[in-house]
């Protein structure tokens, strides 16, 4: 069971996760459909709405386990961050073969200069291939950032770091555009400092407070949630940005009707999909998608979406099967009584 942030106990909420694995679709969108389509800037929710459900679920009202939750949430960002890099290192070897280069071109394009100022404030993937690992390395941050905070009892600057962080990001990467043009990077705005931070703050102080007095209340963020998704179409024909003002209340609005709303208890879908599903489809989609677009040639942008998604979901069935094999034949063999 897992802690609630109002720190009862509670299991995972089902629709919350089928939620995820939406907005995991989302980002294969924005990485291999990208503004082919008129409301492309509804894909944007995907990333803002990871860092804020990760800030959500890393409150808890007893400091005792508030520091120890901090805890935990490093050294599982440390071990999503090893797994991603694994994979996309033994896949971007596999790439050199196939593309013709030796694997000295790879180590010469892996690593750059300003090693650790690109890692740890632009959040620079260390691998040729997996250019969406920019999120684990910045949540990896985040969780140093907020453990720092809650070490020293100083979550309540959070109350700064949300509004200054979402100004920088909306003026240095949107409206400066208004006033001349620039070719800032977007890895200068769209960081942990800049963009997780600040998300993963909302989160985690709206976990603080209780939304739902009411229970119809969680239709109203429904209804709220789905009007500020599709705004974000509008406030494009200003400015094209990764965040909007709509992403931001979107995001919040429908994290409350999901964390508001009973869910079963979906047995049969952990057992099928194991609780990590919108993770690994996150971490696989690219690898899919460029070895797909070697293969074929696809009739729209969607419809490759679609199967990069489909396969994604498939290899994380499989590797969730496989890992639990294992752990199911570890469990027997510790079982098992040994002879003299």
């Known amino acids: 069971m897992n802690a609630a942030p109002n720190g009862k106990a509670a299991g995972r909420n089902l ?14 969108c924005i990485h291999f459909a990208g503004e082919a389509y008129w409301y492309f800037p509804v894909y944007r929710l995907a990333v803002p709405m990871f860092f804020m459900i990760s800030g959500y679920f890393n409150y808890h009202k ?31 070897f596999v790439m050199c073969y196939v593309n013709g280069n030796g694997v000295g071109y790879y180590f010469t394009t892996l690593f750059y200069e300003n090693l650790w100022l690109d890692f740890f404030i632009l959040n620079r993937p260390i ?25 020293y009892q100083k979550e309540h600057w959070y109350y700064a770091i949300i509004p200054f962080g979402v100004a920088i990001y909306l003026f240095f990467q949107g409206y400066m555009h208004l006033f001349q ?12 400092l800049f963009f997780g ?39 494009s024909r200003l400015i094209v940005i990764e965040m909007y003002h709509s992403t931001i209340l979107s995001a919040m609005c429908l994290l409350q009707f999901f964390v508001g709303t009973k869910s079963p208890k979906g047995a049969w879908y952990y057992r099928l ?34 199967a990069v998604f489909g396969i994604s979901v498939v290899l994380a ?24």
């Open 317 to 340: 069935v499989i590797g969730h099967a496989l890992r639990s094999l294992v752990l199911r034949w570890r469990s027997q063999r510790r079982m098992v009584p040994t002879t003299e």
């Open 127 to 151: 691998t040729y291939s997996g250019y969406q690992l920019w999120f684990l390395i910045a949540l990896f941050v985040v969780s140093l950032l907020h453990f720092l905070l809650v070490r």
């Open 273 to 306: 999909f194991g609780k990590d599903l919108s993770f690994w489809v996150y971490v696989f989609h690219v690898a899919v998608g460029i070895t797909l677009g070697m293969l074929i040639t696809f009739s729209s942008p969607m419809v490759r979406c679609l």
């Open 181 to 192: 043009e620039t070719d800032m990077p977007i890895r200068y705005t769209r960081n942990a």
């Open 62 to 92: 007893d400091r005792e386990i508030l520091a120890r939750k901090t805890v935990a949430f490093i050294s599982r960002c440390v071990k999503n961050m090893i797994l991603g890099f694994g994979i996309y290192m033994v896949y971007d």
């Open 197 to 235: 931070l600040p998300m993963f703050g909302i989160g985690f102080t709206m976990a603080k407070y209780q939304f739902h007095k009411k229970t119809w209340y969680r239709y109203v963020y429904l209804a709220l949630g789905i009007l500020f998704f599709f705004l974000q179409i509008a406030e």
């Open 15 to 28: 629709y919350l996760d089928l939620f995820k694995l939406f907005l995991a679709f989302l980002v294969i």
